[in-house]
């Protein structure tokens, strides 16, 4: 995960990034930088003067958002596409996962769903991932890989991750699916509670907000219900690419990081734990993130645009 952002907690580098990175001068009557083909006057401007007035405090990690993740309209049609054939797939998963069945079959279906419908699936060869979709059962926190060894069974919680690449633009999501629909009261809360964590954390992102809005909406949820946050992986910027700035933390403060603007889509992902926050990747294969206490994990995925006036849902 691109989590770059995170780690610049030096505030000299944040400034300078922000600064710096990803600006392009524009005159009025050029062609704007987001790719739209217009004016910049009749563009962008207005959006980069609003931008400049704001006086960024760079202790609290605010920082400009660079332009290679503000997307177009044509962008956002694209992507809005992309997450319909990702949706589906969700779907489909939803329908056969019953006891019995192996996660490969899962992935299998999911490979052959994805391309009959013009679209590639982002994670096949991602860095060496070897299948289509990441299945992550119980104390798995996320980046299972599919396997005829693994047979779900009733009571199982399982997270099956998928991102869509469609017409080049990218869509990611993942849902709980609890197998045969009925698990422990225990098991069912962590993955209800995980949802609300997710679904509040969208609900505080809003244009010329911060992206620590999210992050404290997420993370206090959890918290007050007794549970830890993953903080080793996170959500991202997403669309263009599959993993973009910024690295968006589960956990936080209102007001701090990113500033979100209209044109941006990323992910909201909550990996969130019974008992504690720390993770252990597995050694044979170097992917399965598994909690280091083998106690149960959750995450849920939306791929989110931040818009004018709210928030559009691209991908659940
Ligand atoms: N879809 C995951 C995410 O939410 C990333 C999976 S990468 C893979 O960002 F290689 F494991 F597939
Ligand atoms: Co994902
Ligand atoms: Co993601």
Redesign the pocket.
């Known amino acids: 995960m691109d989590n770059s952002v995170a780690k610049n907690y030096n505030v000299g580098i944040v400034k300078q990034r922000s600064m710096f990175m990803g600006k392009k001068k524009n005159d009025r009557n050029e062609l704007c930088w987001c790719g739209s083909g217009r004016k910049y006057k009749k563009c962008h401007r207005d959006f980069d003067e609003r931008i400049d007035s704001i006086k960024f405090n760079y202790y609290k990690g605010q920082v400009r958002p660079p332009q290679n993740i503000i997307n177009n309209e044509k962008d956002i049609d694209g992507i809005r596409k992309s997450g319909v054939v990702n949706n589906a797939t969700l779907d489909l998963m939803g329908e056969m996962i019953k006891p019995g069945i192996d996660t490969a079959s899962l992935d299998k279906a999911a490979y052959e769903f994805i391309l009959s419908h013009g679209g590639y699936p982002a994670s096949l060869n991602y860095e060496g991932f070897p299948k289509s979709v990441c299945i992550s059962v119980n104390d798995v926190v996320c980046h299972g890989i599919p396997s005829p060894d693994t047979i779900l069974k009733e009571g199982d919680i399982v997270n099956v991750d998928i991102?869509t690449i469609l017409d080049g633009y990218y869509a990611?999501a993942s849902r709980m699916y609890v197998v045969g629909g009925k698990t422990t009261p225990e098991a069912q809360r962590l993955v209800d509670v995980t949802k609300e964590c997710m679904n509040l954390g969208i609900a505080a992102a809003k244009p010329w907000g911060w992206l620590g809005d999210i992050s404290a909406a997420c993370g206090n949820h959890a918290h007050a219900n007794g549970y830890s946050v993953v903080t080793a992986l996170g959500?991202?910027g997403?669309g263009k690419d599959y993993h973009l700035e910024p690295f968006v933390a589960h956990v936080g403060e209102k007001g701090t990081g990113m500033l979100l603007v209209p044109g941006m889509t990323l992910?909201v992902?909550p990996m969130i734990n019974q008992g504690k926050p720390e993770v252990d990747i597995d050694e044979k294969d170097n992917w399965t993130v598994r909690t280091a206490d083998h106690k149960l994990s959750a995450q849920w995925?939306k791929t989110i645009l931040i818009t004018e006036t709210g928030v559009e849902i691209m991908s659940s």
């Open positions: 991102t990611d959500g991202h997403v992910t992902e995925e």
